[in-house]
C-alpha cells in the first residue's frame, strides 16, 4: 500500500515537473543577460539575473493599450458567454422539446470545427457589416467561439444537479426562477469558475482573428503585439520571453480571483439554512 502511495506521488511530481518546465523555461530566460542567450548551452539555474529584458518588454510601444484591449474584449466576451451559455445549458437539461437532442449535437459540432475554417466567412461577414478594424465585432467573434464551449460544459454541470433540489425549494414556497436562484445557481460555483477559466484562456490566447480583422496598431491585441518581437534582424528573445511572462499574468490573476469559488459554491444552497 505504502509502495503505491509512493509510487503515484513520483508519477506525479514527474508529470507536474513536465508541464512546470516550460513556464521556467521561459522565466529564467525572461531573467538571463542576452550575452547568456547565446551560448551553445543552456544552463538550468541562471548564473547572473536581470530585469532588463522585463523592462524592454514593459516600455516596448503598444503594450499598454494591447493590455486594454486584450482585458476589454475577453472580458466581455466571456462575461457574456457565461451568461448565454447558462441560459442554454438550463434550457438544454431542465427542459425537454422537439429537437434538443439535435441541438446539442449541433453545439457540439460547433465547438469542434477549428479556428481556421471560420477565419474567411468571418472575415466576409465583419467586411460587409463594416466592422473591421472594430473592438466589439471582436469580442462578438471570441462570444462566438467561446459560447458552445460554455453551453456543453455548463449543461453537464446543470445535469449533475438533482432536480428533486428545485421540487423541494418549489414546494416550501419558491417559484421556478426562485429555486434555479436559491438552490441550483449556488452549486453551479465550480461549473462557473471553471468554464469560466477555460473560456478566458481560450479568448486571451487567440491570434488569428485579431491578426486578421485588426489592422489598426491601436487595436491589436497581446498576442498580435507578441509578434513584434520577430523582426527581419533577429527576434529579441529575452523580450519575448518577458512579455510572454507578462501576458501570462492576467490569466494567473483572473484564477487566483475566482477559484475561491470553486471550493465555497460545493455546499452553499444544498440545504434550507
Known amino acids: ?3 503505491k502511495k509512493v509510487t503515484g506521488n513520483v508519477v506525479a511530481l514527474v508529470v507536474a515537473l513536465f508541464f512546470a518546465f516550460p513556464t521556467y523555461w521561459m522565466v529564467s530566460t525572461a531573467l538571463k543577460p542576452r550575452g547568456e542567450m547565446l551560448t551553445s548551452g543552456y544552463d538550468l ?3 547572473s539575473v536581470t530585469i532588463s529584458n522585463f523592462v524592454t518588454a514593459w516600455t516596448k510601444p503598444g503594450f499598454l493599450s494591447a493590455l486594454g484591449n486584450s482585458l476589454l474584449v475577453t472580458l466581455s466576451a466571456v462575461a457574456a458567454a457565461l451568461v448565454v451559455g447558462l441560459l442554454a445549458a438550463v434550457a438544454l437539461s431542465r427542459m425537454r422539446f422537439r429537437g434538443r437532442k439535435g441541438f446539442v449535437m449541433m453545439m457540439l459540432v460547433a465547438q ?4 481556421e475554417a471560420l477565419l474567411i466567412p468571418m472575415f466576409l461577414m465583419m467586411r460587409d457589416l463594416d466592422l473591421l478594424d472594430r473592438l466589439p465585432a471582436l469580442a462578438l467573434i471570441y ?3 467561446t459560447l458552445p464551449f460554455c453551453a456543453w460544459t ?8 438533482p432536480l428533486e433540489l428545485e421540487e423541494a425549494a418549489m414546494v416550501d414556497g419558491c417559484g421556478r426562477w426562485g429555486a434555479f436562484r436559491r438552490v441550483t445557481l449556488p452549486l453551479l460555483g465550480p461549473g462557473l469558475v471553471a468554464t469560466s477559466v477555460f473560456a478566458f484562456v481560450t479568448a486571451w490566447n487567440e491570434f488569428l482573428f485579431a491578426l ?3 489592422k489598426d496598431q491601436t487595436k491589436e491585441t497581446l498576442p498580435v503585439w507578441l509578434s513584434g518581437f520577430q523582426t527581419n534582424f533577429g ?3 529575452g523580450g519575448a520571453m518577458a512579455a510572454s511572462a507578462l501576458f501570462t499574468l492576467p490569466v494567473l490573476v483572473f484564477f487566483l480571483i475566482v477559484q475561491r469559488k470553486m471550493v465555497t459554491g460545493v455546499t452553499a444552497g444544498a440545504v434550507k439554512g
Open 212 to 214: 486578421s480583422l485588426m
Open 143 to 145: 462570444f462566438a467561439v
Open 154 to 161: 455548463l449543461r453537464g454541470f446543470v445535469n449533475g444537479i
Open 235 to 237: 527576434t529579441d528573445w
Open 45 to 47: 539555474i541562471p548564473f
Open 112 to 115: 469542434m470545427a477549428p479556428f
Open 1 to 3: 500500500m505504502i509502495a
